[in-house]
C-alpha cells in the first residue's frame, strides 16, 4: 500500500507541536527508517499512520483510506491491514504465546482452522513454535519482541509498522529481528521502523527519514543513521 | 460463524474468570428481581381483592314515579363509569323487602298501596368513580333520590391508589440497585481486561466484536437473576394463595397458574434481559469510545 503524507501537522493541546507539516511518500514494498533523537515525533508520526491520532492539519493516506476522515468502523477495518510491533510488545500476559498471536486472527473473524494453519507457520517461520505453550513473562526479550512480530504479520498485512523493535535487545538478537523484517519485507510488505540504533540503520541501508523537533529534515534513499551530524 | 463462537467462548471465560463476582451479582439480582416480582404479585392480588370489593358497591337511584324506567336505563348506561345497570320495580323492591322482613312481611299489607318508588342498582366500573357518578345521577330531573356507600367507595379508591404508588416506589428502587450492580459487574469485568481489549482494537477487532462478550455477560447475569427470582416467587405465591385463601376466603385472591407465570417471565427475565444489556452497553460503550478515539 502507498503511503501518502502531505502537509501533516500535529498540535497537541494547548499548543505542544508535535509534528509540523510533513510531506512523505512511501512506495508500495518499500523499506523506511524513521530516526530522529528521543521527543522529535517519530512515535507521532506512526500513530498518525496506524489512526491511533488524527492530524490537526494535512492529509494522511493509506492505500484507499483517508485517515483524516475515517470513522470508527473504517479504521478496525483499516488496522486489519496493518500490523504493528509496540515499542513495549502490548502482549497478554495470560495467554500463551500461541494464543497472543491466534488471536489477532480471531478478532478478525477468521475460521479456527485457518488461524491454526497460519498461527503455527508464523510461529514457526519465526523460531517460536516450541515455545508456543509458554506465557510471554517466562520469554526472554529477544522472544519477546519476536512473537511481538509474529502476531503482526500473521494477518499477511500490507504494511507493517514498528516502534523501536530492537530497543532494548543486545547486538546479535537485535540483528535476528532484522533478518525476520527483512524477509518480511522482501515478501511486499511496507515495513516503516522507527529507531535509535545506528548499527543497524548503518548495517542494513534503506530508505532514512529524519525528524527533529517535530520537522522533517532529511529523506535519504540508502541513507545512514547519523549523516547530518547527530548520534 | 466463527466469530460466534469466539464470542461465545470469551462470554464463558468472562463468567468463570470472575466466578465470586458472577455469582454475587446472580444473586443480587435475584434478591433485586424478588423485590420487583413480589411487588408486582403482591398489586395483582390487591388489585384483584379490591376490584372484587370494588364490584360488590352499588349505587341505588330512585326515579320520580311519573317517569318510565324502561325508558330511562339506556340514558343511565350512556352515562360513563356505569359498568352494569339494573332495574328495580317497584313490585320487585316491594318483593325483595317482604323476603327481608320474612315472618313480619304481613307489616306490608298494612301499607296497602305500594310505597316504594322505582329504582335503578349501578354498578361503576372503578370505586373511585362512584362520587362522580352519584353526581351525575343526581344533576338528573328524572332521579329523585341517590343512595350509596360513600365512605367504603372513598377507602376502597384510596386503599387501591395507597397500594400502586407503593408498588411504583419498590420497584423504582430495586430496578435502580439492579442498575447499579449489573453496570459494575460489568464496569469490573471491562476493567481487568482493559489492555486486552485495547490490543484487540489495535490489531483490528470491530468495537461490536469487542463489546458483545460484555453485553451477553449482561443479558445472562439479568436473565439468570429473572428465572431465579420466577422460579421461586411461582413456588411461593401458590404456597401463600393457598394458605390465605384458607384463612381469609371471603378475600378470594385468585390462584397462580399460568399467566401469573408467564407474566412474571416478561417482567423478570425478559426486564433482567433488557437491564443486563442496556447496563453493559452503557459500560462498555464509554471504554471503547475512550480506547479508540484518536488523540
Same mark, same amino acid.
Request: some cysteine; aromatic content about 8%; proline content about 5%.
Given at each position: 500500500?502507498?503511503?501518502?503524507?502531505?502537509?501533516?501537522?500535529?498540535?497537541?493541546?494547548? #499548543?505542544?507541536?508535535?509534528?509540523? #507539516?510533513?510531506?512523505?511518500?512511501?512506495?508500495?514494498g518499500?523499506f523506511?527508517?524513521?530516526?530522529?533523537?528521543?521527543?522529535?515525533?517519530?512515535?507521532?508520526?506512526?500513530?498518525?499512520?496506524?489512526? &491511533?491520532?488524527?492530524?490537526?492539519?494535512?492529509?494522511?493516506?493509506?492505500? @484507499?483510506?483517508?485517515?483524516?476522515?475515517?470513522?470508527?468502523?473504517?479504521?478496525?477495518?483499516?488496522?486489519?491491514?496493518?500490523g504493528?510491533v509496540?515499542? #513495549?510488545?502490548?502482549?497478554? @500476559?495470560?495467554?500463551?504465546?500461541?494464543?497472543?498471536?491466534?488471536?489477532?486472527?480471531?478478532?478478525?473473524?477468521?475460521?479456527?482452522?485457518?488461524?491454526?494453519?497460519?498461527?503455527? &507457520?508464523v510461529? #514457526?517461520r519465526l523460531?517460536?513454535?516450541?515455545?508456543?505453550?509458554?506465557?510471554?513473562?517466562?520469554?526472554?526479550?529477544? &522472544?519477546?519482541?519476536?512473537?511481538?512480530i509474529a502476531?503482526a504479520v500473521v494477518?499477511s498485512p500490507s504494511l507493517l509498522i514498528a516502534? &523501536?523493535p530492537?530497543?532494548?535487545?543486545?547486538?546479535?538478537?537485535?540483528?535476528?529481528i532484522m533478518d525476520i523484517l527483512l524477509s518480511i519485507n522482501a515478501s511486499g510488505t511496507t515495513v516503516?521502523m522507527?529507531?535509535?540504533?545506528?548499527?543497524?540503520?548503518?548495517?542494513?541501508?534503506?530508505?532514512?527519514?529524519?525528524?527533529?523537533?517535530?520537522?522533517?529534515?532529511?529523506?535519504?534513499?540508502?541513507?545512514?543513521?547519523?549523516?547530518?551530524?547527530?548520534? | 460463524?466463527?466469530?460466534?463462537?469466539?464470542?461465545?467462548?470469551?462470554?464463558?471465560?468472562?463468567?468463570?474468570?470472575?466466578?465470586?463476582? *458472577?455469582?454475587?451479582?446472580?444473586?443480587?439480582?435475584?434478591? !433485586?428481581?424478588?423485590?420487583?416480582?413480589?411487588?408486582?404479585?403482591?398489586?395483582?392480588?390487591?388489585?384483584?381483592?379490591?376490584?372484587?370489593?370494588?364490584?360488590?358497591?352499588?349505587?341505588?337511584?330512585?326515579?320520580?314515579?311519573?317517569?318510565?324506567?324502561?325508558?330511562?336505563?339506556?340514558?343511565?348506561?350512556?352515562?360513563?363509569?356505569?359498568?352494569?345497570?339494573?332495574?328495580?320495580?317497584?313490585?320487585?323492591?316491594?318483593?325483595?323487602?317482604?323476603?327481608?322482613?320474612?315472618?313480619?312481611?304481613?307489616?306490608?299489607?298494612?301499607?296497602?298501596?305500594?310505597?316504594?318508588?322505582?329504582?335503578?342498582? +349501578?354498578?361503576?366500573?372503578?370505586?373511585?368513580?362512584?362520587?362522580?357518578?352519584?353526581?351525575?345521577?343526581?344533576?338528573?330531573?328524572?332521579?329523585?333520590?341517590?343512595? %350509596?356507600?360513600?365512605?367504603?367507595?372513598?377507602?376502597?379508591?384510596?386503599?387501591?391508589?395507597?397500594?400502586?404508588?407503593? *408498588?411504583?416506589?419498590?420497584?423504582?428502587?430495586?430496578?435502580?440497585?439492579?442498575?447499579?450492580?449489573?453496570?459494575?459487574?460489568?464496569?469490573?469485568? !471491562? %476493567?481487568?481486561?482493559?489492555?486486552?481489549?485495547?490490543?484487540?482494537?489495535?490489531?483490528?477487532? /470491530?468495537? /461490536?466484536?469487542?463489546?458483545?462478550?460484555?453485553?451477553?455477560?449482561?443479558?445472562?447475569?439479568?436473565? +439468570?437473576?429473572?428465572?431465579?427470582?420466577?422460579?421461586?416467587?411461582?413456588?411461593? %405465591? *401458590?404456597?401463600?394463595?393457598?394458605?390465605?385463601?384458607?384463612?381469609?376466603?371471603?378475600?378470594?385472591?385468585?390462584?397462580?397458574?399460568?399467566?401469573?407465570?408467564?407474566?412474571?417471565?416478561?417482567?423478570?427475565?425478559?426486564?433482567?434481559?433488557?437491564?443486563?444489556?442496556?447496563?453493559?452497553?452503557?459500560?462498555?460503550?464509554?471504554?471503547?469510545?475512550?480506547?479508540?478515539?484518536?488523540?
Amino acid at each position: 500500500m502507498e503511503i501518502r503524507i502531505s502537509g501533516a501537522s500535529k498540535i497537541f493541546k494547548p #499548543d505542544i507541536v508535535a509534528l509540523e #507539516d510533513i510531506y512523505i511518500t512511501v512506495r508500495p514494498g518499500e523499506f523506511l527508517y524513521l530516526v530522529g533523537p528521543t521527543g522529535s515525533g517519530k512515535s507521532t508520526l506512526l500513530r498518525l499512520i496506524t489512526g &491511533e491520532a488524527r492530524p490537526t492539519r494535512g492529509q494522511i493516506t493509506v492505500g @484507499p483510506f483517508n485517515l483524516r476522515k475515517m470513522g470508527w468502523g473504517a479504521l478496525s477495518y483499516y488496522r486489519r491491514y496493518v500490523g504493528v510491533v509496540f515499542q #513495549d510488545f502490548k502482549l497478554l @500476559p495470560h495467554l500463551t504465546a500461541y494464543e497472543n498471536v491466534a488471536f489477532a486472527l480471531e478478532a478478525m473473524g477468521i475460521p479456527p482452522k485457518e488461524i491454526r494453519v497460519k498461527t503455527g &507457520e508464523v510461529l #514457526d517461520r519465526l523460531g517460536l513454535w516450541r515455545r508456543r505453550f509458554l506465557h510471554p513473562p517466562q520469554l526472554s526479550g529477544g &522472544e519477546q519482541q519476536r512473537l511481538a512480530i509474529a502476531r503482526a504479520v500473521v494477518k499477511s498485512p500490507s504494511l507493517l509498522i514498528a516502534d &523501536e523493535p530492537t530497543g532494548n535487545l543486545d547486538a546479535n538478537t537485535a540483528e535476528g529481528i532484522m533478518d525476520i523484517l527483512l524477509s518480511i519485507n522482501a515478501s511486499g510488505t511496507t515495513v516503516i521502523m522507527a529507531t535509535h540504533n545506528q548499527y543497524i540503520v548503518d548495517t542494513y541501508r534503506a530508505r532514512v527519514v529524519e525528524l527533529r523537533m517535530g520537522r522533517m529534515t532529511r529523506d535519504e534513499e540508502k541513507g545512514r543513521y547519523g549523516s547530518y551530524g547527530y548520534n | 460463524m466463527a466469530t460466534i463462537r469466539y464470542i461465545l467462548r470469551d462470554v464463558f471465560r468472562l463468567l468463570f474468570r470472575h466466578w465470586g463476582l *458472577t455469582i454475587l451479582t446472580w444473586v443480587t439480582m435475584m434478591a !433485586v428481581f424478588l423485590a420487583v416480582g413480589g411487588s408486582f404479585l403482591l398489586t395483582s392480588c390487591a388489585h384483584a381483592v379490591v376490584a372484587k370489593l370494588a364490584g360488590d358497591l352499588t349505587i341505588e337511584a330512585y326515579i320520580a314515579k311519573e317517569f318510565e324506567l324502561e325508558a330511562l336505563k339506556p340514558k343511565i348506561e350512556a352515562i360513563p363509569h356505569v359498568k352494569e345497570v339494573t332495574l328495580v320495580t317497584p313490585e320487585s323492591a316491594l318483593a325483595r323487602l317482604k323476603e327481608l322482613l320474612g315472618e313480619q312481611a304481613q307489616v306490608v299489607e298494612l301499607l296497602g298501596e305500594n310505597p316504594l318508588p322505582p329504582s335503578l342498582v +349501578l354498578q361503576v366500573d372503578d370505586a373511585s368513580n362512584a362520587d362522580v357518578v352519584a353526581q351525575t345521577l343526581r344533576s338528573l330531573p328524572e332521579i329523585e333520590d341517590v343512595v %350509596y356507600a360513600r365512605e367504603a367507595a372513598n377507602r376502597l379508591a384510596r386503599l387501591n391508589a395507597v397500594i400502586r404508588q407503593l *408498588t411504583i416506589g419498590i420497584i423504582a428502587v430495586a430496578i435502580m440497585i439492579g442498575i447499579l450492580i449489573l453496570f459494575n459487574t460489568v464496569r469490573i469485568a !471491562v %476493567y481487568s481486561r482493559r489492555e486486552e481489549l485495547a490490543v484487540m482494537l489495535k490489531v483490528g477487532a /470491530t468495537p /461490536t466484536y469487542v463489546a458483545m462478550p460484555f453485553l451477553l455477560q449482561g443479558v445472562i447475569l439479568g436473565g +439468570l437473576g429473572g428465572i431465579s427470582a420466577t422460579l421461586i416467587l411461582t413456588r411461593a %405465591y *401458590t404456597v401463600f394463595v393457598k394458605h390465605i385463601n384458607r384463612l381469609l376466603p371471603f378475600l378470594m385472591v385468585p390462584e397462580g397458574g399460568t399467566e401469573i407465570f408467564i407474566q412474571l417471565v416478561l417482567l423478570l427475565v425478559g426486564g433482567g434481559m433488557a437491564l443486563g444489556w442496556i447496563c453493559s452497553w452503557i459500560a462498555t460503550s464509554r471504554h471503547i469510545r475512550d480506547a479508540l478515539r484518536p488523540l
